[in-house]
């Protein structure tokens, strides 16, 4: 036989004689845990009360009484971010304002939050301000309370009569 045909019979026989190598496999099991949207939901309104053109009346967030209050509802112990897209609302008169210029009066929010229990009870409520890092705070049970205060002074010459706007706040899960 020819030398090349025996070298290509002798490396068929070692492709064909070698054992060849057989795959393995395994399985990982993937899960994902889908957390409840949030909800807020307002439970008290920012009340100011009467006040007289030109004096400052300022709400403490931590008024029992007087601040607002909304409730932010979600999963277990998740930590979330509240904000409000802005630190200033503007009151506009509702209705017939009398005597002087109806104006609308600039609010200045400042808020606090009180983590879990039942209500939105001020006693335990720790100052954050909205928006930065340190406004982040963990649902207790489920729950977490937003307080909100502030305060406003009306034009010397506003006019007299009922004023409302709205503060806006949102939350979202963060650290998740």
Same mark, same amino acid.
């Given at each position: 036989?020819? @030398? ?18 057989? $795959? ?39 008024? $029992?009484?007087?601040?607002? =209050? ?13 904000? =409000? ?41 720790? =100052?954050?301000?909205?928006?930065? =890092?340190?406004?982040? @705070? ?39």
């Amino acid at each position: 036989m020819n @030398r090349s045909i025996k070298l290509s019979l002798a490396t068929l026989a070692l492709v064909v004689t070698a054992g060849t190598a057989q $795959a393995q496999s395994g399985n990982v099991t993937a899960e994902a845990t889908v957390l409840s949207p949030l909800t807020l939901t307002p439970i008290r309104t920012l009340q100011f009360g009467n006040t007289f053109p030109g004096v400052l009346k300022t709400v403490a967030a931590t008024d $029992a009484a007087n601040s607002g =209050a909304i409730q932010v509802i979600g999963s277990g112990t998740s930590e979330v971010a509240v904000s =409000a897209p802005s630190m200033t609302v503007t009151l506009a008169c509702v209705g017939t304002c009398t005597g002087g210029v109806a104006t609308p009066i600039t609010l200045n929010v400042s808020a606090s939050a009180l983590a879990g229990g039942i209500d939105a009870t001020p006693g335990n409520s720790t =100052a954050f301000t909205l928006g930065t =890092a340190g406004a982040n @705070r963990n649902l207790v049970g489920g729950n977490l309370f937003v307080l909100i205060g502030g305060s406003l002074t009306p034009a010397s010459n506003q006019a007299a009569g009922l004023y409302r706007g709205t503060v806006q706040i949102n939350a979202a899960y963060t650290g998740l």
